[in-house]
């Protein structure tokens, strides 16, 4: 009977020694993975704030392809959830806590363990570095007794185990969101009236590309609506580009940034802002959806077009484009819808009866 009295007392000191093992481990964790993307903050934060994008970038999916997802109604913004379980995955659900759009989302995480439910706070950040964005995704808490004995079972860190799946989701999130910027479209929407209006501008000259022109344009046009908002000048359209004088050579242009308003205004004799119109013309019209750079494809697109026609541009009124979409309302600029117009005149019956031998 002794030696049960003993293995009694032995196994009683293993468990009051593991027990203040276990206490003594420190249960607070913080994990985190940080990466720069050439995205805009609007279009990240939208991106993670649905649950429903996370099946399409999330680690979770390649780790256990037989995962179940469960969606309730709501699943974007403050209240918002979403939940998992699998083969070789424990149910886990997520719920978005609080939400400041395009700059945080703090979320809570409760993971299913053999000693119950474990809780953690998750946390997403999304700050402006010199154009890009720095997106910064942890986790969180602090372990009861029984999680750190369950993570005793375990042959890696919280860190170990949590910051290379974060690092693959921020990865394939920014690979998503590249890719998705990055579709355009160019659709040659053929002959049509352009109807004439007035425009308050400012002139400038610029060299020929996409990026030079952003820059011009990023300084152009509020100057133009602080004019029409000072002098009370109403604004009757989307802004537009004239380009006045295209050299080919030289790869510069002059250009006109302006926004459309309802009548001919005089302005100051010292005064940058003009007013000016754009006479009612025949023009090809050219339509863009997506980023600015893929500009210069749709104006190729339509002078190969125009070539193949009975018409000519008209010299006498410069081609321009209309911005029909804000930027600044949508993020993501595949979604950009720009109108090209380049008036046009037809051919002389000389020309044409040339053309024809």
Do not use: H
């Amino acid at each position: 009977m002794k030696i049960f009295k003993y293995l009694f007392f032995l196994i009683l000191i293993v468990i009051i020694g593991g027990a203040i093992y276990v206490a003594t481990i420190d249960g607070d964790y913080q994990a985190e993975e940080t990466m720069v993307m050439d995205v805009p903050a609007a279009m990240i934060f939208s991106e993670v704030n649905e649950f429903k994008t996370w099946e399409e970038w999330g680690p979770w999916k390649e780790q256990d392809p037989n995962m179940v997802v469960n969606y309730p109604e709501k699943t974007s913004g403050e209240g918002a959830s979403y939940s998992w379980n699998g083969d070789e995955s424990r149910d886990v659900s997520i719920e978005t806590v609080k939400v400041i759009p395009n700059k945080s989302i703090d979320q809570k995480v409760i993971f299913e363990t053999p000693f119950g439910d474990s809780q953690s706070e998750m946390y997403w950040r999304f700050k402006p570095v010199e154009g890009k964005t720095k997106v910064t995704w942890g986790i969180k808490g602090q372990q009861s007794f029984f999680d750190k004995i369950d993570m005793l079972t375990e042959d890696k860190s919280m860190r170990q185990m949590v910051n290379p799946m974060f690092e693959k989701g921020l990865t394939n999130l920014k690979e998503r969101l590249t890719k998705k910027m990055q579709q355009y479209s160019v659709n040659i929407d053929g002959v049509t009236e352009y109807g004439g209006t007035f425009y308050m501008y400012v002139t400038t000259a610029s060299k020929n590309n996409p990026k030079a022109l952003e820059r011009k344009m990023e300084q152009m046009f509020p100057q133009v609506a602080r004019f029409m908002t000072e002098n009370d000048i109403e604004m009757s359209g989307q802004p537009l580009t004239v380009y006045n004088q295209i050299n080919e050579d030289s790869g510069t242009v002059i250009i006109s940034c302006g926004i459309p308003t309802t009548s001919k205004v005089v302005t100051p004799q010292e005064s940058d802002v003009l007013n000016g119109y754009i006479e009612k013309t025949k023009a090809l019209k050219v339509t863009l959806t997506g980023n600015y750079n893929n500009l210069p494809e749709a104006w190729s697109k339509a002078n190969s077009y125009l070539a193949e026609t009975d018409f000519v541009k008209n010299e006498e009124i410069a081609p321009f484009e209309i911005y029909i979409t804000d930027p600044g309302k949508e993020a993501n600029p595949a979604n950009w819808e720009t109108e090209i117009y380049i008036p046009i005149k037809r051919k002389d019956k000389s020309v044409l009866a040339t053309e024809n031998l």
